[in-house]
């Protein structure tokens, strides 16, 4: 596609609930970020897929969340049993490689109630 | 670790100049960015700074000093459509090359 993709734009969500979150990245990026954005916060980094290797998985807040990229494209983060801190924008980004700029989605808005 | 620091708020006016500095500690630096993000919106990329000095592009310039740990952005001939939030981020090859944003300073242009 043209740019990141991500789905939902919005999501509500009951307190213990699980969510998905997905995000198409550019075609032919190897490079695939999740961050998230609270209110008033800068981004926190989430974790972090390049090529074929084995994901950086060091910002993930709690076992409650986790990711995966399948065939190198679309990657889904789930969060298990949400909690009202959870809520946040995350952002998907992709870059081509490591070493180059990040393209960032619009972002899923959480809400947990 | 990694600490990036920018001032949280800064307000000017149409038409001037505005500079909005990034000053940061890492273990190890591969670049700098710049994004610009509007409210609501998704960040957009702005500069990118490796070496040291001064890259311009239009309105925007990126500075960089990596012995001080030190950068900025400036902005000329402010817009309204330049309020927005800008933030800083470093590249850490021994973060695995992972950008490091900081908490982004919001620009208020008024007329």
């Known amino acids: 596609g043209a740019g990141v993709s991500q789905s939902p734009s919005n999501k509500v969500t009951e307190k213990g609930k699980d969510v998905e979150l997905r995000c198409d990245p550019i075609s032919g990026h190897t490079a695939l970020y999740w961050y998230r954005q609270s209110l008033g916060q800068g981004l926190e980094f989430l974790i972090y897929f390049q090529g074929n290797s084995a994901p950086d998985k060091s910002g993930l807040p709690s076992d409650r969340f986790s990711a995966e990229r399948t065939g190198g494209s679309v990657s889904t983060l789930t969060i298990q049993r949400t909690q009202q801190e959870d809520s946040a924008v995350y952002l998907c980004?992709?870059?081509?490689?490591?070493?180059?700029?990040?393209?960032f989605g619009s972002g899923t808005q959480l809400s947990v109630l | 670790g990694q600490n990036i620091d920018q001032p949280t708020e800064m307000t000017a006016t149409e038409g001037a100049i505005v500079q909005i500095n990034c000053t940061y500690q890492t273990s190890g630096f591969n670049g700098l960015f710049w994004y610009q993000q509007h409210a609501g919106e998704a960040p957009t990329f702005l500069s990118y700074?490796?070496?040291?000095g001064l890259e311009e592009k239009g309105r925007f310039s990126s500075f960089l000093s990596r012995s001080k740990g030190y950068s900025y952005l400036l902005l000329k001939e402010l817009q309204m459509k330049d309020s927005a939030s800008y933030l800083c981020a470093v590249r850490d090859p021994g973060g695995s090359y992972i950008p490091t944003f900081g908490r982004g300073t919001s620009l208020i242009v008024h007329p």
């Open positions: 700074n490796v070496l040291d």
């Open positions: 980004a992709s870059s081509l490689t490591q070493n180059e700029k990040l393209f």
